[in-house]
């Protein structure tokens, strides 16, 4: 279960968000091995929650939200691998709609990301998904597939085994307009189908693929449900802190 915060939460408020987080996971005694529980904080956050999670020894991983795909150098306001790595992160998410839409990240960019997140040994949290034209043309699922494929380009085996793909479509994104649960596994299915055929397919079923777009507490255990969805990438209810623990413990809920 990955939160990405998004552009909310000043340094201060993160680490009190941190601390919720980890006292409501602790106090239901959550296994953490079963249930991986990570925040994607903004940039500025990223050296409290450090601080926190390897100060108090808790059991959550931390990563970042982008990263550049430069190594060093004259490039202003960007961040680097070397960096996100030097500062503990485990993850990078990459190819976020919300980084297509408003900053033009194209898919070959995405894959030059890729490619700098397995420089510094992250593991990134690949995201792709169709609009709301694509969904209404009914071609989401070739439309994922090869923003899949394009995004993997000259990636070794080894590498794709261990990245996470966040299925978001984005007519579901911050709108409340959750995908049923039957769409998030439609797609969910396809794309490890896709890495069958590309890859191998134990290397499909060993990947991790998530499903992100309006998850809550109150949805989350009908769409884990899902024989191919492993687990979710949330948005707005990540930053409850009381929300996003009861996401991640979605096996106590009743409704599978
Ligand atoms: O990265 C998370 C997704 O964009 C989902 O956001 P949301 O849960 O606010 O819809």
């Not at 261990?162 to 998030?184: N, Q, S």
């Amino acid at each position: 279960m990955a939160g990405n915060w998004k552009m909310n939460l000043d340094h201060q408020q993160a680490a009190h968000l941190v601390q919720k987080l980890a006292w409501s996971l602790q106090d239901a005694k959550h296994d953490f091995d079963a249930v991986e529980v990570a925040v994607l904080p903004p940039f500025t956050d990223l050296r409290s929650v450090q601080t926190l999670i390897d100060g108090d020894k808790l059991k959550l991983k931390f990563g970042a939200q982008d990263l550049s795909q430069h190594e060093a150098g004259a490039y202003t306001g960007e961040i680097s691998g070397a960096m996100l790595a030097k500062l503990g992160c485990s993850y990078v998410a990459v190819g976020h709609s919300e980084r297509r839409e408003y900053h033009g990240e194209t898919d070959a960019l995405v894959n030059a990301k890729l490619v700098a997140a397995f420089r510094h040994g992250l593991t990134p949290i690949l995201c792709i998904g169709e609009g709301l034209e694509v969904r209404k043309a009914a071609t989401h699922v070739d439309h994922c597939t090869a923003q899949l494929e394009a995004a993997l380009t000259d990636l070794t085996a080894e590498q794709v085994a261990t990245i996470v793909i966040a299925y978001e479509p984005v007519w579901a994104i911050g709108t409340g307009e959750v995908a049923t649960p039957e769409d998030a596994q439609e797609v969910c299915a396809a794309v490890r189908d896709k890495l069958a055929q590309l890859y191998s397919q134990s290397l499909a079923d060993g990947v991790r693929v998530l499903y992100g777009g309006s998850v809550k507490a109150a949805n989350v255990a009908g769409i884990m449900a899902q024989e191919d969805v492993d687990g979710a990438l949330v948005g707005g209810a990540s930053i409850d802190p009381a929300e996003f623990a009861s996401i991640a413990r979605y096996r106590d809920h009743v409704t599978r």
